[in-house]
């Protein structure tokens, strides 16, 4: 009895976790992005303003749509609470845990991909089809390496679940000889998470052309509290897969689950940072150069997993 | 077992009354129906006797020709095949009853109802044989049969090209498979099928080869699926998804069998296979992507889905060959159930693709656009069928998909590293995955979304009852399996058993166990699209559909503006040019205020079009040259040759 209640508040606190801390992140990045801008920027706090504003506001749709037009928001709000379910949230084990959890993590992002893609055709507008032709070409080359880490992180536990991939064994698997490889996986993981995330230098959220957007312009016609629940969700697919690095990045547990938590949570607001810099320093890669990157990487975590393998 | 030979020749016979009905007379097709209804029923049973008993069903009768008994044999492996057989025949001779009715086309209905019956009767025959002469006969029953389902349109140029196609495919394999069933009596004595792990002979490796371009050609295996895209475009739509929801299994069905003869299983097997499977898959998407043909596209899926397939079975030999039982079951079952889901959610995908083309009368997919207004139902079951085949949860694509995964991830824990590199069929099945859902996303986004394209398309109509039915029903069997996944573990389990003899049966562990946790996250899915949806939908359902989509300032939006098919896949494409080899024609402009030009993209297949079609034209070329010279018309040339045939012959003779 006491292990079921003991159960059920995990997942309440992985819940909450998520739920609270998500726009944070994004609201630091904002953050970072002034700062070294030279302004003061908009407070932390604003992606919590921007979700209560848009959740007050009303709907406006295009005559072309249908109801795939609102399944689009609601698969992308879905998926990341589902799929944080199955990560640990830095020592915090995953409430749920089985055998195999890590390709219904990856095919979770793919179920809402496809509903992303499938409203931004459905507004039948040509820059909406050109920024879901270049999400899942992006995606496509993407995926294998995601694949490729989880297998080197795999090969170094004895187990095929998250919990057990991103167990206490990182830390001394580090000082290993696997540690080239975590490096390598990291700097991949990193990337993926760019890519997924649509930020510099794969695609730019604050662009204002269009043409060359990529996930903007996929949801250029969603308004409202659409609009706040794809904004949410992707607050909190950042958030559930920044946790699978910053786990990576930090194997440390203390034991007692409030200093877990913030060790997990300064983390993540590390990696809302690295983000910020990235974005600040670099330029974004011209469309046709991305694959070439992504390729790039998937090189580099075949030579992680060579490196375990062998 | 009278139960299956009685459902048997119910199905096979259900066209050949309508062949004394009128030609316009309706009893003909409704009593087909009835008899095929009452044979799935009859089969159903002896399948579930079968399952219910553990024991496997058998029959042997004597007969007059050399090399052992008239066997058949129901077992769970048989039965794996069979339950997808009898789902897809029914509900696609319902379907069949609105979508292709005699009256409408008096000419070839009859045929078309006849041979869809034989087919579907050589199959169930297919798939209980235990002689190989019986096997054969079945086999060149069903090839003959198909050969007349594709070809119902004959009146049109490439139908026929199509039918010639699959008829020579169909039997270069076939020979190939009467030299594999010549060397196997060989070996074991008899025409009889041994059983599991008998065969110890070391001329395995013959039969192998030989068992894998004879069933891999059935299969369409990638250098070898060259009659399948023509011949399942060129089908109707119902016979499509028999073709290429069961026909095409047979193939996997006659090797997951003729392995499971042999008592050991050298290591190469495996490899070859999750190498073919590996082309087959990678290929077969991007040229699914490549299409614009709604059915060929769906064809290339069946590439696609038979690479995953034998990717599921090459890991369950390498398990057998190396010891490891936890990767031969994962593998194996992976693929079975595969088998069964492809099976459900291509068909589904064919028969809501031939209402699709009943309403719109193209199969290009830039004709259609918008047709979710129009066609709310069959955009429903068409997006079901789409989600499933691309691996998604909470459908039964990924129930078999996650199984391979899983497979595939065995040798992780494994320290020795012998068959270490099955790991890397991991990131290809999730390239498959990402390259499959970019596909259909493609499919379902131009012909159900944005506006219609065609003059056609707006006018489109929803489709009937009697066609909607069948098809939900696939739906619907499609997501049980997704949901409750461990409802089918008893039967994989019989089959694994089956398939490796007795010592597979003791290893099973709890392989299976995590399967709970899938259809948990499943219901969980579900259960929050639903209250998330239900409420977006709620607060959402007094806002009018009024506005236009934005054109970022464009005031004149046309639906000839919205993203293509080819436009959309055109960057993918680009990435597989190496294997592909598109075709583009026009589209250059040039200066400040461009002329209008023309653009077209062609892709034609690879194996087919680009390698065979030249090498056959030259051969023929090169013996029309020969003959022209041999077969010259001086008739003192014939005499000298018959002279010069006579004097070789005594030559030999005398040798």
Known sequence: MNGEYLMIIRLFLHLALLLLFAPLLQGIIIKTKALFAGRVGAPLLQPYYDLVRLWRKGFVFSRTTTWVFLAGPVVGLAVPVLASLLIPFGALAAPLSFEGDLILFVYLFGLSRFFTVAAALDTGS??????????????????????????????LSD????????????????????????GLILVCLFLVLLVENSRIPFDDPNTHLELTMIHEVMVLDHSGPALGMILYGAALKMMVMGALLVRLALP????????????????????????????SIMARLRLPRVPQVLVGTMLLSIFALVLVLR | MIWHLFGIALISLAGVPGLFCSRDSRGGERLACILTLAGSVCGLVAVAIVLSTTQEMRLDLPWSLPGGALALRLDPLAAIFLLPLFLVVTTGSVYGLRYWPQHKNPGNGRKLRLFYGLISGAMMLVLSARNGMLFLMAWEVMALAGFFLITTEDHKEEVRRAGYIYLIATHTGTLALFALFALLAQTSGSLMFPDAGIILADGGSLIFLLGLFGFGMKAGLMPLHIWLP????????????????????????GLVRLTSFFAEIPPWWGWTLLLLGAISGILGVASALAQHDIKRLLAYHSVENIGIIALGF???????????????????????????NHGLFKSLLFLSAGSVIHAVGSRELDQCGGLLKRQPWTGVLFLGGAVAICGLPPFNGFISEWLIYLGALQPLKHSSSAFAMAVLIVPVLALIGGLALACFVKVFGIVFLGEARSKAADQAHEAPLSMLVPMTLLLVVCAWIGLMPTTLVPLLRGAVVNWAGADGGTML??????????????????????????????????VPREAATWGCGFQFPAPRMQYTASSFADSLVRLFHFGLWSERHGGKVAGLFPAATRFAGHTPDAVLDRVLSPIFLGAAWLCRLLRAYIHNGVIAFYLLYIALAVIVLLGLCLL
């Open chain 1, 126 to 155: 040509s820059f909406e089809g050109m920024g879901a032709a270049r999400e899942v070409t992006f995606s496509c080359l993407a995926e294998p390496t995601l694949l490729f880490a989880l297998l080197v992180l795999a090969r």
């Open chain 1, 252 to 279: 440390w547990q203390t034991g007692w689950w409030p200093s877990d938590a913030l060790l997990f949570l300064a983390g993540l607001a590390g990696l809302a940072i690295l983000i910020g810099v990235v974005e």
């Open chain 2, 509 to 542: 562990g709890g392989s299976f166990a995590p399967l709970a946790g899938v259809s948990l996250i499943g219901w969980l899915l579900l259960a929050l699209l639903a209250v998330a949806g239900l409420w977006l939908r709620h607060s959402s359902r007094k």
């Open chain 1, 159 to 182: 187990g095929l679940s998250l919990n057990t991939l991103l167990g206490s064994h990182l830390q001394s698997a580090w000082h290993s000889d696997a540690g080239a490889s975590l």
């Open chain 2, 230 to 253: 023509g011949a399942h475009a060129a089908a109707p739509s119902h016979a499509s998804a028999l073709l290429s929801g069961v026909m095409i299994k047979t193939g996997i069905y």
């Open chain 2, 314 to 340: 090459g890991l369950a030999l390498l398990g057998r060959s190396y010891d490891q039982p936890a990767l031969m079951i994962l593998g194996l079952s992976g693929c079975l159930l595969h088998v069964v």
